[in-house]
Nanobody
Framework: QVQLVESGGGLQQAGGSLRLSCAAS????????MGWFRRAPGKEREFVAA????????YYTDSVKGRFTISRDNAKNTVYLQMNSLKPEDTAVYYC?????????????????WGQGTQVTVSS
């Protein structure tokens, strides 16, 4: 059974930075993709970023391009989300997810495994 454990959330002021981590255990990922999604209060879950395990191709939603960076450490089976220039609208619970094929990475329903989520709160 695959387990995904997020860490790194917290409270930050607008303009600040946070780095989220997602450690995967239970299997070694050499293909497929990892994604970050978020759910803000009263809103639907939305795609944030994704990265393929193999080639390292990255994907971002428009609202975070230039501010967030997704990266991976294959040896540690860990994916990171570096979040800079944070805005109050980035406030949400952030979830990491894993899938076995690196396609349709922006679609939450195509992911096989999910973490428990970590809260990110950005104050103005």
């Amino acid at each position: 059974q695959v387990q995904l454990v997020e860490s790194g959330g917290g409270l930050q002021q607008a303009g600040g930075s946070l780095r989220l981590s997602c450690a995967a255990s239970g299997r070694t990922f050499s293909s497929g993709a990892m994604g970050w999604f978020r759910r803000a209060p009263g809103k639907e879950r939305e795609f944030v970023a994704a990265i393929s395990w193999g080639g390292g191709r990255t994907y971002y939603t428009d609202s975070v391009k230039g501010r967030f960076t997704i990266s991976r450490d294959n040896a540690k089976n860990t994916v990171y989300l570096q979040m800079n220039s944070l805005k109050p609208e980035d406030t949400a619970v952030y979830y990491c997810a894993a899938k076995s094929v690196p396609r349709t990475v922006m679609v939450a329903s195509t992911y096989d495994y999910w973490g428990q989520g970590t809260q990110v709160t950005v104050s103005s």
